[in-house]
């Protein structure tokens, strides 16, 4: 076990003692080895440096109560990554070999491993790059994927807090018929000034509407949006430029085994005000609660700002208790280690 004050993990990275690694040649995928340093040294022309050929993944491991390791919904992101492989023209990882791959990954670091009932788990993050140099806008014709993991703590020291949210209409994340389904660096690239300017501003999240008419919801710059109706049904947006997130898919099935209506419709924004809770929701967080949002000089009240709605608290503490081994896992949702 590794010296680590648990207590005081936050979201930021770590060195582990390796991560590994896999180069596609030739149209085959090397066998993966554990590479100890985390550097990579590749042409100064690769594809990904220059045109933003790249794709990544965002998972989790979790020390169960019993004592076990296991990984949350890894073949959904392997399947995702499938879909932003083929978006951006890269060499697509096969889902076994991509879950093979985040378990080698959490088994060779696995006394970093934040221990049962510290409220941490392990951050497995996959990343597929064209490596091979490419100056001519086309393909490369070598990628490289990695997985590193590193251990993070409960983003939320007691309890979920609710946060302020900005509506962003100066600038878009994601066109219509864009990337904004898939997950790229270059989405982020295309986020980080407003993100950076909402910031500022005193708002942690940022909210996006779609960008042809600015009236429907679309999704918060790094994770879904989630309202709860008054008569407790589940609305999420319907939307071609928002990524499917694996959390957001985790609490509609949960929200349907409780009983509860789940509907993806399209969302308008004035609807904001009718939600008795609101939410975004990610694999970092699993919750956060969005107590007020601003739209140039109007707010709107979301939620109480001094705590969590009691339908989120519910989907939060039940997707948790399954993540940590404490509920049955009834869809084959955890991959142990
Ligand atoms: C990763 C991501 C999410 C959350 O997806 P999860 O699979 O739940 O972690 C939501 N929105 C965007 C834009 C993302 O990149």
Not at 29 to 47: N, Q, R, T
Not at 239 to 255: C, E, F, G, R
Not at 307 to 329: A, E, N, S
């Amino acid at each position: 076990m590794q010296n680590i004050d648990w207590a005081s993990l936050g979201f930021s990275y770590m060195d582990t003692h390796c991560h590994i690694r896999y180069v596609w040649r030739d149209g085959v995928w090397s066998e993966g080895e554990l590479v100890k340093e985390p550097y990579l040294k590749m042409h100064i022309a690769a594809s990904c440096l220059h045109y933003g050929q790249e794709a990544f993944e965002g998972l989790k491991a979790f020390r169960c109560k019993d004592g076990k390791v296991r990984i949350f919904r890894p073949h959904a992101n392997g399947e995702r990554l499938i879909g932003s492989a083929r978006r951006t023209c890269m060499a697509p990882v096969p889902v076994d070999m991509f879950v093979d791959a985040v378990k080698r990954a959490v088994k060779a670091n696995e006394d970093f491993m934040p221990p049962y009932g510290t409220g941490g788990s392990m951050y497995i993050r996959p990343l597929l790059l064209g490596t091979g140099p490419q100056i001519g806008v086309a393909p490369a014709n070598e990628y490289t994927f990695l997985v590193m993991v590193m251990p993070v703590g409960p983003y939320y020291k007691g309890g979920l807090k609710p946060v302020r949210a900005l509506v962003v209409d100066e600038y878009d994340r994601a066109a219509p018929h864009g990337t904004g389904d898939i997950k790229i660096g270059g989405n982020y690239a295309a986020s980080l000034y407003a993100h950076e300017e909402a910031k500022r501003a005193g708002y942690p999240v940022e909210l996006y509407l779609d960008a042809k008419t600015r009236t429907f919801i679309e999704e918060f710059a790094t994770s879904n949006f989630i309202g709860i109706t008054k008569d407790g049904t589940y609305v999420t947006p319907d939307s071609h430029s928002v990524l499917p997130s694996v959390t957001n898919d985790t609490l509609k099935q949960i929200a349907a085994d409780l009983g509860m209506k789940v509907e993806v419709r399209p969302v308008p924004f004035d609807e904001v005000k009718e939600f008795a809770e609101v939410a975004a929701c990610g694999t970092a967080v699993v919750v956060t609660p969005i107590c007020e949002i601003t739209r140039g000089d109007t707010v709107i009240t979301t939620g109480d700002p001094d705590g969590c709605g009691p339908v989120l608290q519910k989907l939060y503490d039940t997707v948790q208790g399954i993540q940590y081994g404490r509920l049955p896992d009834t869809h084959g949702w955890c991959v142990e280690v």
